[in-house]
């Protein structure tokens, strides 16, 4: 087991280095004409899923600002999750039946793809 240090560094804060997370960001295109019905659904419906799966602690959304080749919007969705396995776990127990639930809603009006990262370090301004 680590300790954890906090260090200020020329004005930052390094915050707990030894304790792991991982992200699971999904980046989605999706077509302009269901755009706004998407944001909401993605909102109100898709990410509350995605949380109350106990395997993640946060979500964040973005909209990608650079415009693509394929046209319609591009978003990011960023899922934190504290271990590999709460990760390994979502992919076994709950990744298929929500990917389903967005495909069946949302058919050729999207493309995605995934990334898992592991966090390597986390730091804040001292402004805050």
Known sequence: MGISIILPIFGLEKINQNHEMY??????NIEESVENDWLLWMQEIHIPEMLKTGKF????MCK???KGDMGGATYSVQY???TKEALESFYKEDSVDLKNKMNS??????????????LID???SSNN
């Open 105 to 118: 809603k949302y058919t050729g009006k999207f493309v995605f793809f995934e990334t898992e990262m592991k």
């Open 23 to 28: 992200i699971y960001n999904i980046t989605t």
């Open 57 to 60: 602690l946060a979500a964040k």
């Open 64 to 66: 990608v600002l650079v």
């Open 122 to 124: 986390k730091q804040f």
């Open 80 to 82: 934190t999750a504290e």
